[in-house]
Every structure is written in structure tokens, then in C-alpha cells.
């Protein structure tokens, strides 16, 4: 009898030490299962982020290119002008980089606006 009961002890030992093993496994299964959830979600979200820098820095560029015409436009009528309007447009021009400045400021404060939400 007790020969018997030696051999079953080693037996029962693996079941258990198994048993252990078991259990961490699947907590290591379930942890690696949440990690890749959150990286997914995670890489949405900085998919989302990068279209709206798109969208932004097309609208900023558009933005421009308009002012950097209209800039063209008045340079080109300053050197054609005679003295007297010149100053007429050397201000217009000012006030033109002026609006590019505040039309640029004014978005860029609307993205950090939308990115603190």
C-alpha cells in the first residue's frame, strides 16, 4: 500500500503544478488579449488625429496660397503705381499679412481647442 501511494504523489504533484500553470497562462492570454485592445483603439484614435492634421494643413495651405496671390496681385500693381498710391498700397499689403496672420492664429487656436476635448 504505501508503494501505491508513492507513485500516485508524483502524479498528483504535475496535476497541481499544472493546475498553476494554468491559471497564470490564462491570466497572461487575458492580459495580452487587452493590450492588443488597447493598441488597436489607440491606433484609431491617432488615425483620426492624423486626417484632421490632413484636412488642417490642406486648409491652412489653401488659406495661403490665396493670400500669397493677392500679395503677388498688389506687388505687381505697387511697382506699376505711381508714388502718391504706392503708400495706398504698401498698407493694403500690411493688412493683408496681417488678416493671413490672424487667419492663421485663429486656427491653430481651434485645434488646440478641439485636442484639449
Given at each position: ?13 504535475h ?10 497562462g ?34 491652412l495651405r489653401?488659406?495661403?496660397e ?22 495706398l ?16 492664429a ?12
Amino acid at each position: 500500500m504505501a508503494l501505491r501511494v508513492h507513485r500516485l504523489r508524483p502524479r498528483a504533484d504535475h496535476v497541481l503544478i499544472g493546475a498553476r500553470r494554468g491559471s497564470h497562462g490564462d491570466e497572461l492570454v487575458a492580459d495580452r488579449a487587452g493590450l492588443m485592445a488597447n493598441q488597436e483603439s489607440s491606433t484609431l484614435k491617432v488615425m483620426k488625429v492624423d486626417e484632421r492634421l490632413a484636412r488642417i494643413e490642406a486648409q491652412l495651405r489653401e488659406q495661403n496660397e490665396g493670400y500669397e496671390r493677392r500679395i503677388e496681385k498688389l506687388t505687381v500693381e505697387l511697382s506699376a503705381a505711381k508714388e502718391e498710391n504706392r503708400e495706398l498700397i504698401r498698407a493694403q499689403i500690411m493688412q493683408v499679412k496681417a488678416e493671413m496672420e490672424a487667419a492663421r492664429a485663429r486656427l491653430v487656436a481651434e485645434v488646440k481647442e478641439t485636442e484639449g476635448r
